[in-house]
């Protein structure tokens, strides 16, 4: 894994991201020399971007019919 000063990435930030989507290996971004970032090629799976939350709720009973109790701001 690659380290690069920020200042340095900032100036070069396009090419950079270029090169870790070309090579597929992550870059460290570091300011005065401690890691501050990350930069990660992108996975391209359904998972990270369509509908993630799909099939993680369970509706029980009916959601759509009003509910019998009024509230503060419905008055």
Known sequence: M???AAAKF???CLAL???VAQTNEAL???KHGKPLAK???FENTPQNYEK???NK???IGDVISPIDVAWDADK
């Open 10 to 12: 900032k100036a070069h």
């Open 39 to 41: 930069l990660v090629p």
């Open 52 to 54: 993630p939350l799909k």
């Open 57 to 59: 709720a369970t509706f």
């Open 28 to 30: 460290v971004i570091t």
């Open 17 to 19: 991201i270029d090169e």
């Open 2 to 4: 690659q380290t690069i």
